[in-house]
């Protein structure tokens, strides 16, 4: 299989305006939990996405990290319009398109695409490579000129597969190679929003920097905007120019890749980025914070801040106010940070380590007792 890939086949690039594609505005996600013996009832909710504001600029890559259940993928959901918000509003093109209908989103459903995050999973082992890349244009009437086959074929070349393999199954080829097989599904359509959903997770890691490669030229020669959602800081760092951090259902920081990486301001990017130790691996003399502990669950998340019930830092006003998202004294434009008694700007090395959960803190501490 060839690594290179010829995105010169491609219509004309869009280059980033600059403009904003997708806006998002206090989205909420909540599913609700039903209980009862005979009659079922709504007894709570999973509150998955609560209250999530941010945008994509056209051509331009957001990425988004957090732990897992913090509720990424519900929100590339949501974006997509794959599942109905329980409240916000999401903005595509300027267009309203949070209750949109099916045939009101039809216009717009070829223009944002997914790719998911299990290579295996998301492809019909029965369908032939050709008929899984060619779905979204039978499905959507498009006929390209030379044919949906040659389209194909086309597709195939751009993302590094050989175009004579059209009639083979989804079971011939590597998790990598079908990797890109659902990247070439996802560029049928010539979208101009991506929504991948932990692209590279279930991939060996020899293979997850080919498939990033992938993308990254994808993103860059078509002019393709991303929301990439990953685990951790590491995958995203050179793939996208902004980063959001959830947690627990918020986006807790939000900013430029330098002033994420460079001068994060909240616990928990401090946490993340000092348990990733890709984050940097040229820098030696950083932080430690070994992030460790469970989630609060997101049924019945602590008050205030959400972050609290880990935070190194916390307060009283913690427990009693939820911190706003917003931009901090000498942060950079864009950059936001929700936090009442923020991080310094600076990911230097630390006395001690900082041990976030506290089982784990008293069995080392036993370890270092005895003799
Ligand atoms: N259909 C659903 N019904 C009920 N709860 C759901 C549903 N989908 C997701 N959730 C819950 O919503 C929360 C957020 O889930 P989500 O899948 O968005 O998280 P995630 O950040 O993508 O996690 P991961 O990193 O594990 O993929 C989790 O607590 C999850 O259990
Ligand atoms: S608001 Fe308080 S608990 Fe939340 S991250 Fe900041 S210091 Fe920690
Ligand atoms: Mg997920």
Not at 12 to 41: C, D
Not at 232 to 259: N, P, T, W
Not at 326 to 347: D, K, M, Q, S, W
């Amino acid at each position: 299989m060839s690594e290179q890939t010829t995105l010169d086949k491609v219509p004309a690039p869009r280059p980033a305006s600059g403009e904003k594609l997708l806006e998002v505005t206090g989205l909420q996600k909540y599913f609700p939990i039903n209980g009862g013996f005979i009659f079922q009832r709504r007894v709570g909710d999973v509150r998955a996405v609560d209250g999530v504001d941010f945008h994509i600029n056209a051509g331009e890559s957001l990425g988004m990290v957090g732990e897992s259940g913090c509720g990424k993928s519900t929100t590339g959901r949501l974006v997509t319009r794959l599942l109905e918000p329980t409240g916000g509003k999401v903005s595509y093109a300027g267009k309203d398109i949070t209750h949109s209908s099916r045939k009101e989103l039809a216009p717009i459903r070829s223009e944002i695409q997914m790719i998911f995050q299990d290579p295996y999973a998301s492809l019909n082992p029965r369908q032939t490579v050709g008929s899984i890349i060619a779905g979204p244009m039978e499905i959507n009437g498009i006929n390209p000129t030379g044919g949906r086959e040659r389209r194909v074929r086309e597709l195939l070349e751009i993302v590094g597969l050989n175009p004579e393999h059209y009639n083979r199954f989804p079971h011939e080829f590597s998790g990598g190679q079908r990797q890109r097989i659902g990247v070439a599904r996802a560029l049928a359509l010539d979208p101009k929003l991506i929504v991948a959903d932990e692209p590279v997770s279930a991939l060996d890691v020899s293979i997850q920097a080919q498939v990033v490669n992938l993308l990254q030229k994808v993103q860059q020669e078509l002019g393709i905007a991303f929301l990439f959602i990953a685990h951790d800081l590491a995958i995203v760092r050179h793939f996208s120019q902004r980063i959001a951090v959830m947690y627990l259902g918020k986006i807790v920081e939000i900013g430029d890749r330098e002033s994420i990486y460079g001068g994060p301001r909240h616990p928990y990017t401090h946490a993340l980025l000092s348990s990733s130790p890709e984050a940097d691996p040229d820098d030696d003399g950083r932080e430690r914070i070994r992030l460790a502990g469970d989630v609060p669950s997101p049924i019945n998340p602590p008050s205030g801040c959400r972050f609290r019930t880990r935070c190194w830092k916390a307060q009283d006003k913690c427990a009693t106010e939820e911190p706003p998202l917003v931009r901090l004294g000498g942060n950079a434009e864009g950059h936001l940070t929700a936090c009442h008694f923020p991080e310094e700007p600076t990911i230097e090395a630390r006395e001690e380590d900082i041990v976030l959960d506290p089982a784990l803190a008293a069995i080392e501490e036993a370890a270092d007792e005895t003799p």
